[in-house]
């Protein structure tokens, strides 16, 4: 059974996410859509100018040559321009494709070619130039449209033209043909691909996920069956919208919701703009999680002794509360009475200066999170819910809900999903969010879906309560030496709880024993060298210094406390690199990749086996 053999998802009479928007533009009109800061300050963008640009975005598509079925790649941060791209293509049966801002010249031009992209859209200069270097080999594009025309006054182009003209040509086109629009978005099918999305592509080429109308429409309604989530509501745009979760959460979620999408000014500002906007429900992946629990945890270390012991009691009344929560049981008055306190007196003013004061739905996937890491954030008075999915089935699988939550596992299975484990101890998943396969790959989509399966790489099991537990990946399972399986991802999570360590690796396929690479913190580790006088000059010399290893060799210690000893890390190594998103070694959302770490830093590695 395929997702095609479910009946198609119908939201309102909208059977495909362009009828839903067009429904929803009409049906909200006046009010506020999206904001985005502009010169310092936040402008609104209503339902009736959304849907005024994608229609124009669309239309001018049609007119620059686009047909039904054909693809459109955008290369852009985050912002309301990304939203109108997407609309606009799937209102005139274009296939949305998003590229990684950090992805190379030879990268873009792969994409393109599998894709067959016929009109490519690039943020500003930096972008543009990825795409001019690479399109003499792509004789299949068409146009290329620019954002940001900042620096390109001067620059001339038959290709090239701005998002401002579009829009004309667009409104030129509406003017002549005033019911094409309406009539297109009529013309759209559950079955039709809507949009692509490309995996990482950490073993081997990207491949193209195919994700049709049906399996966006079926997530949607399911998403917003969990997530008390409504038009009053405000959300923060700051993950890749080329990644799967943030394109549900801040472009298909808000479709049904009405909810308003604030979009950060830039990667740089997410600390800062989360603080203005405040926003209500937050969805981010664990590294996201990580940082706001560093900070606070840095901060304390400057805190004075009566602020240390008050955010002691407020905490503890807070685990209080939360172990009642995780167990099911009932608090007494006199830890709700202390709890109440130390909220208002001290776990309010973390919370405000973390930017979730107004937060009642706090979401984190796309990778394991450390359970201890949850359980802080549940002290501190928020809902926080771990979640499962992949691209693979159009985001959610499966998801920790308030009445039925476990720590560390990743939830129930969602309405209408079928999870099961297979005899190698597989996550296999079936409904019909499963994506229609990969573009040009047939043989890769029939080793991925077999029978309606999905199987997702995943190893876990499902316990007696039905909760889904995963373990780890099956590529990443280490068996070591002496035959011992670890499941890495357990040890890893326990040292990125630490506000030192950015990242770290586990080691030890076919080794004696367990090492790590780490990769510190940069800014948290500077100023722990900075504070005690550590001389450094630059970020390998901080990774140097016996100070800095002597800290990180401390927080490993402390992690292997909570392992067998056949699961402690025996020897470690720092990365002394600063890496960053454009980098191979990391994921778009800035996660190791294993191995490829452990094939470029392979002698690095050998030193600790030595």
Same mark, same amino acid.
């Given at each position: 059974?395929?997702?095609?053999?479910?009946?198609?998802?119908?939201?309102?009479?909208?059977?495909?996410?362009? @009828? +839903?928007?067009?429904?929803?533009?009409?049906?909200?009109?006046? =009010?506020?859509?999206?904001?985005?800061?502009?010169?310092?300050?936040?402008?609104?963008?209503?339902?009736?100018?959304?849907?005024?640009?994608?229609?124009?975005?669309?239309?001018?598509?049609?007119?620059?040559?686009?047909?039904?079925?054909?693809?459109?790649?955008?290369?852009?941060?985050?912002?309301?321009?990304?939203?109108?791209?997407?609309? &606009?293509?799937?209102?005139?049966?274009?296939?949305?494709?998003?590229?990684?801002?950090?992805?190379?010249?030879?990268?873009?031009? /792969?994409?393109?070619?599998?894709?067959?992209?016929?009109?490519?859209?690039?943020?500003?200069?930096?972008?543009?130039? =990825?795409?001019?270097?690479?399109?003499?080999?792509?004789?299949?594009?068409?146009?290329?449209?620019?954002?940001?025309?900042?620096?390109?006054?001067?620059?001339?182009?038959?290709?090239?033209?701005?998002?401002?003209?579009? /829009?004309?040509?667009?409104?030129?086109?509406?003017?002549?043909?005033?019911?094409?629009?309406?009539? @297109?978005?009529?013309?759209?099918?559950?079955?039709?691909?809507?949009?692509?999305?490309?995996?990482?592509?950490?073993?081997?080429?990207?491949?193209?996920?195919?994700?049709?109308?049906?399996? +966006?429409?079926?997530?949607?309604?399911?998403?917003?069956?969990?997530?008390?989530?409504?038009?009053?509501?405000?959300?923060?745009?700051?993950?890749?919208?080329?990644?799967?979760?943030?394109?549900?959460?801040?472009?298909?979620?808000?479709?049904?919701?009405?909810?308003?999408?604030?979009?950060?000014?830039?990667?740089?500002?997410?600390?800062?703009?989360?603080?203005?906007?405040?926003?209500?429900?937050?969805?981010?992946?664990?590294?996201?999680?990580?940082?706001?629990?560093?900070?606070?945890?840095?901060?304390?270390?400057?805190?004075?002794?009566?602020?240390?012991?008050?955010?002691?009691?407020?905490?503890?009344?807070? /685990?209080?509360?939360?172990?009642?929560?995780?167990?099911?049981?009932?608090?007494?008055?006199?830890?709700?009475?202390?709890?109440?306190?130390?909220?208002?007196?001290?776990?309010?003013?973390?919370?405000?200066?973390?930017?979730?004061?107004?937060?009642?739905?706090?979401?984190?996937?796309?990778?394991?999170?450390?359970?201890?890491?949850?359980?802080?954030? +549940?002290?501190?008075?928020?809902?926080?819910?771990?979640?499962?999915?992949?691209?693979?089935?159009?985001?959610?699988?499966?998801? #920790?809900?308030?009445?039925?939550?476990? +720590?560390?596992?990743?939830?129930?299975?969602?309405?209408?999903?079928?999870?099961?484990?297979?005899?190698?101890?597989?996550?296999?998943?079936?409904?019909?969010?499963?994506?229609?396969?990969?573009?040009?790959?047939?043989?890769?989509?029939?080793?991925?879906?077999?029978?309606?399966?999905?199987?997702?790489?995943?190893?876990?099991?499902?316990?007696?309560? &039905?909760?889904?537990?995963?373990?780890?990946?099956?590529?990443?399972?280490?068996?070591?030496?002496?035959?011992? #399986?670890?499941?890495?991802?357990?040890?890893?999570?326990?040292?990125?709880?630490?506000?030192?360590?950015?990242?770290?690796?586990?080691?030890?396929?076919?080794?004696?024993?367990?090492?790590?690479?780490?990769?510190?913190?940069?800014?948290?580790?500077?100023?722990?060298?900075?504070?005690?006088?550590?001389?450094?000059?630059?970020?390998?010399?901080?990774?140097?210094?016996?100070?800095?290893?002597?800290?990180?060799?401390?927080?490993?210690?402390?992690?292997?406390?909570?392992?067998?000893?056949?699961?402690?890390?025996?020897?470690?190594?720092?990365?002394?690199?600063?890496?960053?998103?454009?980098?191979?070694?990391?994921?778009?959302?800035?996660?190791? =990749?294993?191995?490829?770490?452990?094939?470029?830093?392979?002698?690095?590695?050998?030193?600790?086996?030595?």
């Amino acid at each position: 059974m395929n997702a095609m053999t479910y009946p198609p998802t119908v939201i309102d009479g909208a059977a495909t996410t362009c @009828q +839903l928007f067009w429904a929803r533009v009409k049906q909200h009109d006046g =009010k506020i859509a999206m904001r985005e800061k502009k010169l310092g300050i936040w402008q609104s963008i209503t339902w009736a100018e959304y849907g005024a640009r994608a229609r124009a975005c669309g239309l001018g598509l049609v007119a620059l040559g686009l047909k039904r079925g054909e693809t459109v790649s955008i290369l852009s941060d985050n912002n309301p321009e990304w939203l109108y791209l997407d609309m &606009g293509i799937l209102g005139v049966g274009g296939v949305s494709n998003g590229v990684y801002t950090t992805d190379s010249a030879k990268q873009v031009e /792969y994409l393109c070619r599998d894709s067959q992209t016929r009109i490519f859209v690039a943020e500003n200069e930096e972008q543009l130039d =990825k795409i001019l270097e690479v399109r003499d080999r792509l004789p299949g594009l068409l146009k290329i449209i620019v954002l940001d025309m900042e620096g390109l006054r001067d620059f001339h182009d038959d290709m090239v033209i701005s998002i401002d003209e579009l /829009y004309r040509i667009g409104e030129e086109y509406h003017h002549a043909a005033p019911d094409f629009w309406e009539e @297109q978005i009529a013309l759209s099918r559950p079955e039709d691909l809507a949009i692509l999305i490309y995996t990482s592509g950490t073993t081997g080429p990207p491949k193209g996920a195919m994700i049709s109308h049906r399996n +966006l429409m079926f997530q949607i309604s399911n998403l917003t069956g969990f997530i008390d989530i409504g038009p009053e509501d405000e959300q923060l745009s700051f993950l890749p919208l080329c990644h799967v979760a943030e394109r549900s959460f801040s472009v298909f979620l808000p479709l049904f919701a009405g909810s308003i999408v604030n979009f950060v000014e830039g990667p740089d500002t997410v600390p800062e703009n989360i603080r203005e906007v405040s926003p209500t429900v937050f969805f981010a992946v664990p590294r996201i999680w990580e940082k706001f629990y560093s900070a606070i945890t840095l901060q304390l270390k400057e805190a004075t002794s009566l602020q240390k012991w008050a955010y002691d009691q407020a905490i503890r009344a807070g /685990y209080k509360l939360a172990e009642h929560r995780l167990n099911g049981t009932t608090p007494s008055v006199m830890e709700k009475v202390k709890f109440w306190i130390g909220d208002r007196l001290v776990l309010k003013n973390v919370k405000r200066l973390l930017g979730l004061d107004r937060a009642h739905y706090l979401g984190s996937g796309a990778a394991p999170i450390a359970p201890a890491l949850i359980k802080w954030y +549940l002290a501190l008075g928020l809902n926080m819910y771990e979640v499962y999915g992949q691209t693979e089935n159009a985001g959610l699988a499966t998801s #920790n809900l308030p009445q039925q939550f476990k +720590l560390g596992s990743v939830g129930v299975p969602v309405p209408h999903t079928e999870v099961r484990i297979s005899d190698e101890g597989e996550i296999l998943l079936k409904g019909p969010h499963v994506f229609m396969g990969y573009l040009n790959q047939p043989e890769k989509t029939a080793e991925t879906v077999t029978d309606g399966w999905l199987h997702t790489g995943d190893v876990g099991y499902i316990d007696n309560s &039905g909760f889904v537990k995963i373990t780890d990946r099956m590529k990443d399972i280490i068996i070591t030496a002496g035959g011992k #399986n670890i499941t890495p991802s357990e040890i890893e999570n326990q040292l990125k709880f630490s506000p030192y360590v950015s990242d770290a690796v586990v080691i030890g396929d076919k080794r004696k024993y367990l090492t790590a690479l780490i990769m510190i913190d940069y800014e948290n580790v500077e100023k722990y060298a900075q504070d005690r006088d550590v001389p450094f000059t630059n970020f390998q010399s901080l990774c140097r210094a016996q100070e800095v290893l002597d800290l990180i060799r401390d927080e490993i210690e402390n992690v292997n406390k909570d392992f067998a000893q056949v699961e402690t890390i025996k020897d470690f190594r720092l990365i002394e690199e600063v890496l960053t998103a454009e980098d191979d070694e990391l994921t778009p959302t800035m996660k190791l =990749k294993r191995a490829f770490v452990n094939q470029k830093y392979k002698s690095l590695i050998d030193t600790m086996y030595a």
